[in-house]
């Protein structure tokens, strides 16, 4: 097993491994509820959707970290579930099966260019101060939504936004956690991050913040409501609004995906010479992770940003993704405990992961303007905009122009010529 995940290559143990699992399940655990909070409002049945969403995770969790021995975390995306859900099927009126069967389709083409080495190719031309300015601007991203959760940063119409109720119970438990973390971080104790979410919940529970669940165990809810839905109306999908909403999937997904993975293999010391090792294995893994979801019946999955938890535990190696995936396991049997993990108890941990992963700024070449300015753009458009995708397409269209300026357009890959047309067009056209 040691030899199969590389423990010596990368220097790690298995403590270390289990515990990143566990510190990036507690991350990402909030999907099993929210997820089937926002589906559901599609029609969809809430406990099929709750199954759906556990197995999605332990698919495309197994896959990325056996396949691609990479310590990250896939479920359905947040962000992807609320498009599925207001803008395509309340928005534009289309049944959940159908636009269902759109996540289907996305995920098969998915799979076939990652098959191709399309999407590791395009992964791979982006020019490495872009990528620093990914990883980066995902910390911020990440910040950003720990801060929300937390209540520290709420919205204001005249400000946009603005500090919240300092005085509020939830907010002081963060608050409370976010010091805990950070004490133990600065002491240079292990696994400092998961602690100071133990502490969070327990302190939680004595002040009365969080619920003591009444029970441990609960009911599997069937997966008959949803499942192999998409096999029955293939033939649905060859209207104008579907291609449109298949290509929504299709641009979000990708790069929301590939900001992941470089945020994550930057993180993890796994980059090399600019490029991610096996970087088609793990695509084709969150592809096919996408299409099992479809099939289960959720919308599409990606690679989750909270992975970031993980590896700040130190997690290394796709043992860390095998850990996940056991925990989603056991969380279908023991869904009421997941009421403890709240969004104050996952805040700090955000917080404090926005924070490490920022430090990928540094590499950038600050002297260069031509490189300043789109990873700048990159880097504040993603908590500006909240989204990943979006910061990433801007620096993408800035990038070229920004060279070509300086006559320097040779020194740009032609792909990221093809990326900026499309960018320029998906903006024009969405």
Same mark, same amino acid.
């Given at each position: 097993?040691?030899?199969?995940?590389?423990?010596?290559?990368?220097?790690?143990?298995?403590?270390?491994?289990?515990?990143?699992?566990?510190?990036?399940?507690? $991350?990402?655990? /909030?999907?099993?509820?929210?997820?089937?909070?926002?589906? $559901?409002?599609?029609?969809?049945?809430?406990?099929?959707? &709750?199954?759906?969403?556990?197995? $999605?995770?332990?698919?495309?969790?197994?896959? =990325?970290?056996?396949?691609?021995?990479?310590?990250?975390?896939? %479920?359905?995306?947040?962000?992807?579930?609320?498009?599925?859900?207001?803008?395509?099927?309340?928005?534009?009126?289309?049944?959940?099966?159908?636009?269902?069967?759109?996540?289907?389709?996305?995920?098969?083409?998915?799979?076939?260019? #990652?098959?191709?080495?399309?999407?590791?190719?395009?992964?791979?031309?982006?020019?490495?101060?872009?990528?620093?300015?990914?990883?980066?601007?995902?910390?911020?991203?990440?910040?950003?939504?720990?801060?929300?959760?937390?209540?520290?940063?709420?919205?204001?119409?005249?400000?946009?936004?603005?500090?919240? *109720?300092? $005085?509020?119970?939830?907010?002081?438990?963060?608050?409370?956690?976010?010091?805990?973390?950070?004490?133990?971080?600065?002491?240079? =104790?292990?696994?400092?991050?998961? /602690?100071?979410?133990?502490?969070?919940?327990?302190?939680?529970? +004595?002040?009365?913040?969080?619920?003591?669940?009444?029970?441990?165990?609960?009911?599997?809810?069937?997966?008959?409501?949803?499942?192999?839905?998409?096999?029955? @109306?293939?033939?649905?999908? &060859?209207?104008?609004?579907?291609?449109?909403?298949?290509?929504?999937?299709?641009?979000?997904?990708?790069? *929301?995906?590939?900001?992941?993975?470089?945020?994550?293999?930057?993180?993890?010391? +796994?980059?090399?010479?600019?490029?991610?090792?096996?970087?088609?294995?793990?695509?084709?893994? *969150?592809? %096919?992770?996408?299409?099992?979801?479809? +099939?289960?019946?959720?919308?599409?999955?990606? #690679?989750?940003?909270? #992975?970031?938890?993980?590896?700040?535990?130190?997690?290394?190696?796709?043992?860390?993704?095998?850990? +996940?995936?056991?925990?989603?396991?056991?969380?279908?049997?023991?869904?009421?405990?997941?009421?403890?993990?709240?969004?104050?108890?996952?805040?700090?941990?955000?917080?404090?992961?926005?924070?490490?992963?920022?430090?990928?700024?540094? @590499?950038?070449?600050?002297?260069?303007?031509?490189?300043?300015?789109? #990873?700048?753009?990159?880097?504040?458009?993603?908590?500006?905009?909240?989204?990943?995708?979006?910061?990433?397409?801007?620096?993408?269209?800035? /990038?070229?122009?920004?060279?070509?300026?300086?006559?320097?357009?040779?020194?740009? @890959?032609?792909?990221?010529?093809?990326?900026?047309?499309?960018?320029?067009? /998906?903006?024009? &056209?969405?």
């Amino acid at each position: 097993m040691k030899r199969f995940f590389q423990f010596a290559e990368r220097g790690t143990t298995y403590r270390t491994e289990t515990l990143a699992g566990v510190t990036t399940f507690l $991350s990402m655990a /909030y999907i099993l509820v929210v997820n089937p909070i926002i589906l $559901s409002q599609a029609g969809m049945d809430k406990g099929a959707l &709750f199954t759906a969403t556990a197995l $999605s995770a332990i698919v495309g969790s197994l896959l =990325i970290g056996i396949l691609a021995n990479f310590p990250i975390g896939i %479920a359905p995306s947040m962000g992807l579930n609320s498009f599925f859900t207001f803008s395509v099927c309340i928005g534009m009126g289309v049944p959940w099966e159908i636009a269902l069967t759109g996540v289907f389709i996305a995920g098969i083409i998915f799979m076939i260019l #990652s098959v191709m080495k399309i999407r590791e190719k395009i992964i791979n031309v982006i020019p490495k101060d872009l990528k620093f300015a990914i990883a980066g601007g995902i910390g911020f991203f990440v910040a950003f939504i720990g801060f929300k959760n937390a209540g520290l940063v709420v919205s204001n119409p005249e400000t946009f936004v603005s500090i919240g *109720d300092l $005085s509020s119970p939830a907010t002081l438990l963060a608050v409370f956690g976010f010091i805990i973390t950070l004490m133990m971080l600065v002491k240079g =104790i292990k696994g400092g991050i998961f /602690y100071g979410m133990v502490a969070t919940t327990v302190i939680g529970m +004595i002040v009365g913040k969080i619920d003591v669940p009444h029970s441990v165990i609960g009911k599997v809810p069937s997966l008959e409501p949803t499942f192999g839905v998409v096999f029955t @109306h293939l033939g649905d999908i &060859f209207t104008f609004e579907i291609l449109a909403v298949i290509f929504t999937f299709l641009f979000v997904a990708f790069f *929301d995906t590939a900001g992941a993975l470089i945020a994550v293999a930057s993180q993890a010391g +796994i980059m090399k010479n600019n490029q991610i090792p096996n970087a088609g294995r793990a695509l084709l893994a *969150d592809s %096919a992770s996408g299409v099992a979801g479809a +099939i289960f019946g959720t919308s599409t999955t990606a #690679s989750f940003v909270e #992975s970031s938890a993980g590896v700040a535990v130190g997690g290394r190696t796709g043992f860390t993704s095998v850990v +996940i995936a056991i925990c989603f396991t056991i969380a279908l049997f023991f869904s009421p405990v997941l009421s403890v993990i709240t969004p104050e108890v996952t805040a700090p941990a955000l917080i404090i992961v926005g924070a490490l992963m920022a430090t990928e700024v540094r @590499h950038i070449n600050w002297n260069r303007l031509e490189v300043v300015i789109p #990873s700048f753009v990159t880097i504040i458009m993603m908590p500006l905009t909240f989204s990943v995708a979006t910061g990433i397409a801007l620096g993408f269209i800035l /990038y070229p122009f920004a060279m070509i300026s300086l006559k320097k357009w040779k020194e740009v @890959h032609p792909i990221m010529y093809i990326l900026c047309g499309l960018f320029i067009l /998906y903006f024009a &056209f969405s």
